[in-house]
């Protein structure tokens, strides 16, 4: 099965991010194309960005709303959004791209 997801932590709070907009894109040539967009749920999971499409070969991203996501809880945050911009390779099937948070920081890596 093809599939792109994402987990955000908020370190600051010590529990997972729920309800931060996402959305995942694809570069095509100077543009970008956008894939899907979703809610991180209340385990700050977004599972599935994929949906039912194949994972391409291709230079992908994910863009989270953060400024939404901190003001909500009336907290003043340095960034905005982040952007995480990756690169799939020919026969990759999975990526899990888990984002850990905190007002002034952030950092990711690839999951499992």
Same mark, same amino acid.
């Given at each position: 099965m093809s599939r792109i /997801? &994402?987990?955000? #932590? =908020? #370190? *600051?709070l010590g529990k997972p991010a729920a309800g931060v907009a996402v959305r995942l894109e694809k570069q095509e040539s100077a543009n970008w194309r956008l894939i899907s967009s979703a809610e991180t749920d209340r385990d700050g999971r977004c599972p599935? +960005? #994929?949906? =039912?499409?194949? +994972? /391409?070969? *291709?230079t992908y991203r994910l863009h989270f709303d953060t400024a939404t996501y901190f003001a909500a809880r009336k907290i003043e945050a340095l960034?905005?959004?982040?952007e995480i911009t990756f690169r799939v390779g020919e026969? =990759? /099937?999975h990526f899990h791209i888990p984002l850990l948070l905190s007002a002034?920081?952030? &950092?990711t890596y690839r999951g499992t």
């Open positions: /997801s &994402t987990h955000i #932590l =908020d #370190l *600051g599935r +960005l #994929l949906h =039912d499409a194949k +994972l /391409s070969a *291709g960034y905005p959004f982040i026969g =990759d /099937s002034n920081g952030y &950092t």
